[in-house]
């Protein structure tokens, strides 16, 4: 199998942002009433945030360590969250307008950042205009077939019903969905095909060249611009593998540098396996982090307001974890698994601090994790600051900017994990070996050439003493680097047979560098 992943996404440290609810330009003239910045966000309101502001707080997140920015969708759109595409070609006006991505995108290259945009490509949103124009024009409309339509529609025997009335509403909501039956109400009912039958949202139909060459040139055209790859919403709602082995083609001829990642929640293999994406949303990883680092502190209430999520998070032991490390590290080419983007939530999970009940010591081990594990770590905004919230919308709040409202010491651990990363080759590598796993406890192996570092972490409640073992560390001595607690950890003198005990706190994690 040939892999080839853009290089610079195995360094990087990303930042997913929810435009509209990060930053306000000074700038900024809003074309009318705006919900209060600091008001519970709603499904449907609309505070302001704007690319301007993004590209004016880039200092802070410089200072943050952050290498790569990830916006949520930036083009015109009727939502706050821009899922719902009505011009592939231009960026909504609310966010400033084309002018605003390209003044985003040359502040931020002027800083080293890389800035990945999100595409949806799947569907659009019923403003679309090929979906009005079949609205208005009815079966002589000569884009029929860039949509599912029903044979009654596309016939002209009924018209497209895009805004049902509650009782349709209600029948498309009342039954039960299952894998490869989204979509089937709504077209009986609506006349048209819609993702997961939301009548907002009519699903295109990619297998129509005309549709394929226009996507495929929306790809190329912001590449272009400047943008320096792709998140993919909901990839696998598109399940033709020869549609994204040509996106693929035609984004990377290009640049072939942009970085390509998938919304998939599953392990995946075979989609980044060379011919479509560089990596995936890496969410296995952060629902095994998740139970182990939360410990009994995890919240399963507020975990299940997310289907995929209460699946598969649940309390995880030291062994369990080390297990399901192996598992998924083990799933994927080497190169793949540095350009996995690590998460612990994003604006489709609760918060993690509100998974983790909002302990403290939970959230700082979460973080060391996907800090020191292969792949690349993304924050989600306002995670640093200590921002809470359940599913959405609540999930989605507008950033507190007055900085008495942030968590200062958490900021500064934060801090503190993304300059370690910067510093230590072996924390960007692929390399990746388990020392030990016991009880609430593990610990693991990073190299790099001479660059040897051991990450250890005790999610339990009382402090243990784990032994080790490993020929890398013959003879060195382990000084802590980082600690997620404020108690110094001794250093440690490793045996020649490289044998050392690691004494952990409760509840805390230790990231130590082995000198020769």
Same mark, same amino acid.
């Given at each position: ?40 966000? @709603?499904?449907? *309101?609309?505070? *302001?945030? $704007? ?7 880039? &200092? ?6 952050? @290498? ?7 083009? +015109?759109s009727a939502a706050n969250h821009r899922y719902h595409t009505v011009d592939y070609l231009h960026v909504d006006p609310l966010l400033g307008g084309d002018e605003g991505l390209r ?129 993919? &919403? ?13 996106? =693929? ?25 060379? $011919? ?101 770590? +993304? ?17 989605? =709040?507008?950033?507190?900017?007055? =900085? ?10 934060v801090r503190r994990c993304t300059s370690l990363r910067a510093e230590h080759p072996a924390l960007r590598g692929d390399g990746y070996r388990l020392l030990a796993a016991a009880g ?9 050439? &001479? ?34 607690? $404020? ?9 020649? &047979?490289? =044998? ?17």
């Amino acid at each position: 199998m040939t892999v080839e992943v853009p290089a610079w996404v195995g360094d990087a440290v990303f930042y997913q942002i929810f435009p509209d609810r990060f930053a306000r330009s000074s700038r900024a003239q809003a074309p009318g009433p705006l919900e209060p910045w600091d008001a519970p966000p @709603t499904v449907h *309101g609309f505070k *302001g945030g $704007d690319l301007s502001g993004i590209a004016e707080q880039l &200092d802070y997140l410089a200072d943050l360590g952050i @290498t790569a920015l990830l916006l949520t969708p930036v083009f +015109s759109s009727a939502a706050n969250h821009r899922y719902h595409t009505v011009d592939y070609l231009h960026v909504d006006p609310l966010l400033g307008g084309d002018e605003g991505l390209r003044e985003l995108l040359d502040a931020a290259h002027l800083r080293g950042m890389r800035v990945v945009l999100d595409g949806v490509f799947n569907h659009s949103g019923r403003g679309f205009w090929p979906f009005l124009h079949i609205l208005e024009a009815g079966a002589a409309s000569p884009y029929l077939d860039w949509f599912h339509l029903s044979d009654e529609a596309r016939r002209g025997l009924r018209a497209l019903v895009a805004y049902p009335e509650p009782a349709v509403l209600e029948a498309l909501n009342g039954g039960v969905e299952s894998e490869g039956s989204a979509g089937a109400r709504s077209e009986a009912l609506l006349g048209y095909r819609a993702w997961w039958d939301l009548p907002a949202l009519p699903k295109l139909n990619v297998a129509n060249p005309h549709v394929r060459a226009f996507l495929f040139s929306v790809a190329e055209h912001w590449i272009r611009f400047g943008a320096d790859g792709w998140r993919v &919403d909901v990839a696998e709602e598109i399940s033709d593998g020869t549609f994204w082995s040509e996106f =693929r083609r035609r984004v990377k001829a290009v640049n072939p540098e942009a970085y390509i990642v998938g919304e998939i929640w599953r392990v995946r293999p075979a989609w980044v396996a060379g $011919d479509r994406f560089d990596g995936l949303m890496n969410y296995p990883l952060a629902e095994a982090v998740i139970g182990f680092a939360a410990g009994r502190h995890l919240d399963l209430r507020v975990a299940a307001q997310h289907g995929e999520l209460a699946k598969e998070v649940r309390h995880r032991d030291g062994p369990q974890l080390a297990s399901r490390l192996a598992e998924l590290l083990g799933a994927y080419h080497p190169d793949v698994n540095r350009a996995q983007l690590n998460l612990l939530g994003s604006h489709d999970t609760p918060r993690v601090r509100t998974m983790c009940g909002g302990d403290d010591a939970a959230v700082r081990l979460a973080t060391m994790l996907v800090m020191t594990l292969p792949g690349a770590p +993304s924050i989600y905004y306002g995670d640093e600051i200590g921002l809470e919230g359940e599913h959405d919308p609540d999930c989605r =709040r507008a950033f507190p900017w007055d =900085r008495s409202a942030w968590n200062q010491p958490f900021l500064a651990f934060v801090r503190r994990c993304t300059s370690l990363r910067a510093e230590h080759p072996a924390l960007r590598g692929d390399g990746y070996r388990l020392l030990a796993a016991a009880g609430e406890a593990l610990a693991y192996l990073r190299v790099e050439g &001479d660059d040897v570092m051991v990450v250890a972490l005790n999610a339990g409640e009382e402090p243990m003493d784990l032994p080790v073992e490993a020929v890398e560390l013959a003879g060195r001595t382990l000084v802590s680097e980082l600690a997620t607690h $404020d108690a110094t950890s001794p250093a440690v003198t490793v045996a020649a &047979d490289g =044998r050392a005990s690691l004494s952990l706190h409760a509840r805390s994690g230790v990231t130590l560098r082995g000198l020769p």
